[in-house]
Structure formats: structure tokens, C-alpha cells
Nanobody, 125 residues
């Protein structure tokens, strides 16, 4: 088991910003970290992913240009900077990690083995 702990959620008005953090007990070179979200009544969707080996990133079309995923080496976390937030971004946000070594490059839920408990993001209009 790989404990993943999210933090940084909260409530913000449309147009505002939030930064989410994901802390993992173990990061290894060959892992892929990702952020997913799930709004009430909707399926969980991939938001962004970060490859630990080459620092490659990928984003859902709905967040491109507004969200940035990156690694904070000083805090040993993977961060999700969310700018220009919209009410449609309201969801529970989850950090996820793959099994490592499988070169995961997508944002499909089945590609990720370990999940955090989630942190709520609420954007009001």
C-alpha cells in the first residue's frame, strides 16, 4: 500500500486559484502521478498526470491552459496549480499513482493503482 495524502482544497469564487498538494510515502523514478476529480453524479475523470522520469505532463482538454501539474522537490510533493477556476471545476479531487515501471502516460482510471482520500474543491459563481 502506498499512502497518498491530498491537501489544499477549499472554496473559491470563479476566476480564483487554488493549489493542491499530494504527498506520497514513496516516489520512485519510474512512477506516474496524476490528479483525478469526481463531481456529484458524474464519473471520475483524469485531470493531469506527471511522469517522474522525464517530467512529462498531460492534461484533460477541459483544464489545459488553466491547470499545471508539477513536482515540488523541496516538499517532496506533486502539486496541481489551478487558475481561472470555473464552477464546473467543482469536484472531489484525488491524487493517484501507478504501479511504477509501466510508463503510464494516460489519464485512464484503470492505469492507476493507488489513490488518496480526496480533497474537496468548490468554485462558486
Amino acid at each position: 500500500q502506498v499512502p497518498l495524502v491530498e491537501s489544499g482544497g477549499g472554496s473559491v469564487q470563479a476566476g480564483g486559484s487554488l493549489r493542491l498538494s499530494c504527498s506520497a510515502s514513496v516516489y520512485t523514478y519510474g512512477c506516474t502521478m496524476a490528479w483525478f476529480r469526481q463531481a456529484p453524479g458524474k464519473e471520475r475523470e483524469g485531470v493531469a498526470r506527471f511522469r517522474m522520469d522525464n517530467e512529462g505532463t498531460a492534461y484533460a482538454d477541459s483544464v489545459k491552459g488553466r491547470f499545471t501539474i508539477f513536482r515540488d522537490n523541496s516538499r517532496n510533493t506533486v502539486e496541481l496549480q489551478m487558475n481561472s477556476l470555473k464552477p464546473g471545476d467543482t469536484a472531489m479531487y484525488y491524487c493517484a499513482r501507478d504501479t511504477c515501471g509501466s510508463a503510464v502516460s494516460g489519464l485512464a482510471e484503470y492505469e492507476y493503482m493507488y489513490w488518496g482520500q480526496g480533497t474537496q474543491v468548490t468554485v462558486s459563481s
